[in-house]
């Protein structure tokens, strides 16, 4: 008799003092005690609560259909959960209004009979986050279409008629160069040379939609063997010296997008490299997460204010009438290491040169499989 007092003392206690809203509910549907935290989801004054029908708690438009589910749980009791991912119970306030709810039901045998124990989840603020994912997937899938759509227009309608503008620029230059002077000779170079640039900008934006939204296959890259076949295809002038300087590894991921990575990389070295004897130095080291890349000249330097801004899409600090560029190549750098859940940034000292690093994790096979 001590025990059972005891018990009994201890769970009112617990559910007196419970972080969760708690109701006990007899076989007639009545609601035996409610503690402090469900009098107050459901906007009753302590002592009210405990006058009430279960059903009072529920929405009249469901209150039949909860009739019957109750009637079905007190012939077959045992513990479970209801509502969830399958599907959403409302409950219902003092004043009218409804919130949705999960509920756990625990059969509990007493002196007084069969009765329930329900514990009550007020998941208001879940499902508002659930609404907002939602949402925002909804709104990525638009501006992915939005992409898509912006990038068949300048593949298809701005490429065309600059690729024809481009054609007449260099037959008007070849077959009418001579009767030209020297200032008409100038303005046809700058004519082309413009051509040249906006045909390069589109390419750049091109490939800077297709980031993420194209998958490529994921292959094992030997990127030693790519990193040569990458020096190999920019032919680096005489004074500039490219050395690989350890072994770099195999991992698996997109090699057409890793090619992207390095070949913008080593590209911009020797591009904007100022020096007579210039050295560029690609190497990498293992760390706790995977692989740290760099890419090292002693080219000018960029100063510390530009390490930001030369990562944003479009953004040169050269003239481009000085350092040809369309300012996607770093801004593409990023977006595809990122993309490996890896990160990229510089080390830089004017007038002594740049080390662009970049990480990829140890698991880019896992990468490419969340990805697929």
Not at 87 to 107: C, H, I, M, Q
Not at 295 to 309: L, M
């Amino acid at each position: 008799m001590v025990r059972q007092a005891l018990e009994k003392i201890n769970a009112h206690w617990l559910m007196q003092n419970a972080s969760d809203a708690m109701l006990v509910v007899d076989r007639a549907g009545r609601i035996r005690y409610g503690n402090p935290v469900a009098a107050k989801i459901f906007g009753y004054a302590p002592d009210e609560i405990g006058d009430l029908a279960i059903e009072d708690l529920i929405p009249e438009r469901l209150r039949l259909k909860h009739q019957a589910h109750r009637a079905g749980f007190s012939a077959c009791p045992h513990a479970r959960a209801m509502g969830g991912a399958e599907y959403t119970l409302f409950a219902r306030r003092k004043n009218g209004t409804e919130f949705p709810a999960d509920v756990s039901l625990a059969p509990i045998e007493t002196d007084e009979g069969h009765l329930v124990v329900a514990t009550v989840y007020d998941i208001t603020e879940r499902k508002r986050a659930e609404e907002y994912k939602t949402r925002l997937i909804q709104d990525l899938e638009h501006a992915n279409e939005e992409l898509k759509n912006f990038a068949y227009v300048v593949s298809h309608d701005l490429k065309a008629p600059l690729r024809a503008i481009g054609s007449l620029a260099d037959w008007i230059s070849t077959d009418y160069g001579d009767k030209f002077d020297d200032e008409g000779k100038q303005q046809m170079r700058l004519l082309i040379g413009r051509v040249r640039r906006m045909d390069g900008l589109i390419d750049g934006i091109l490939q800077y939609s297709r980031v993420g939204r194209i998958r490529e296959s994921c292959v094992a890259a030997d990127l030693n063997a790519l990193v040569h076949e990458i020096v190999d295809l920019l032919q680096p002038p005489p004074h500039i010296a490219v050395t690989v300087e350890n072994r770099l590894p195999t991992i698996t991921a997109e090699r057409t997008r890793i090619q992207q990575v390095f070949q913008n990389l080593i590209g911009n070295a020797i591009k904007y490299m100022n020096k007579p004897a210039g050295e560029i130095h690609i190497g990498c080291m293992a760390d706790s997460d995977g692989w740290r890349f760099y890419v090292r000249d002693n080219g000018p330097g960029i100063e510390a204010r530009h390490f930001e801004k030369i990562f944003q899409l479009f953004q040169t600090l050269a003239p481009r009438d000085r350092v040809e560029s369309t300012g996607v190549g770093l801004a593409l750098v990023k977006k595809i290491v990122e993309q490996y859940d890896g990160k990229v940034w510089i080390e830089s000292r004017v007038g002594e040169g740049s080390t662009f690093f970049f990480t990829l994790p140890g698991a880019t096979a896992n990468v490419c499989a969340m990805r697929a």
